[in-house]
């Protein structure tokens, strides 16, 4: 049962448009909502985050929307670039009993980039 | 140093040998974790340790055993593996929760690409 759901595997854009990509979740309990960036042969490195009690996080070309009554969260990236190119994962966090925060991740969606 | 150090990079091994996955960090982050990865899967969490200590196992079989030594060390020995075993091991740490970091980014390792054969 997947409780983070991508549902499209794949992506591909124009250099220097917008890029939307988009998550949906199960479990009311997540409160954090993460975005990773994953090139092949690398661990995953952190994009950004939002809290659940906002609905807008932007840090520069990335901006991450949250719908908290839809489980919905996206993750526009604008302009996007080649470099951008990469598998994008989406995450969910919650806190367990003992106090540890429990990250739960989506499938990933590949984007491409094309000059 | 934003750095999480992986070792090794790859590695293959016999069902019945009996091998160590070492994960180092400086960052002074106090939660630890360990991921499993298959090929065109999602990272599925197997162990979080939180200033030293076992914080969560996500139920995963006994052959693979997690150690944590000092803050800035994680450990995962295997034994007796399987063949479906073979995936890409990640370790990764974040400040802790207790001091109150929610939602704060997970640094990743390069992984450990694991091959049993």
């Known amino acids: 049962d997947q409780q983070v759901k991508q549902n499209s595997p794949s992506l591909s854009v124009q250099e220097g448009r917008i890029s939307i990509l988009n998550c949906d979740y199960t479990n009311s309990m997540f409160d954090y909502f993460l975005w990773y960036k994953k090139y092949p042969a690398e661990g995953p490195t952190f994009l950004i985050s939002?809290?659940?009690?906002?609905d807008k996080n932007e840090d520069g070309r990335f901006t991450v929307f949250l719908n908290k009554s839809a489980k919905h969260l996206s993750l526009h990236i604008v302009p996007s670039q080649p470099g951008d190119s990469a598998v994008y994962f989406c995450a969910a966090s919650a806190l367990t009993q003992g106090g540890s925060e429990k990250l739960v991740f989506g499938k990933g969606m590949k984007l491409t980039v094309n000059p | 140093d934003t750095e999480v150090t992986q070792t090794p990079k790859h590695l293959v091994m016999g069902m019945t040998n009996k091998k160590s996955l070492k994960c180092e960090q400086h960052m002074g982050h106090r939660a630890m974790y360990w991921y499993k990865q298959k090929a065109k899967k999602p990272p599925e969490l197997m162990f979080v340790y939180s200033y030293e200590k076992l914080s969560i196992n996500e139920s995963v079989p006994s052959r693979f055993s997690p150690e944590c030594p000092n803050s800035s060390l994680l450990n995962l020995h295997l034994h007796a593996l399987q063949p479906e075993d073979s995936a890409l091991y990640l370790c990764?740490?974040?400040?802790?929760?207790?001091?109150?970091?929610?939602?704060?980014?997970?640094?990743f390792g390069q992984g450990t690409r694991l091959t049993v054969v």
């Open positions: 990764a740490s974040s400040q802790d929760t207790d001091s109150g970091h929610r939602g704060t980014e997970a640094f």
């Open positions: 939002i809290s659940s009690i906002k």
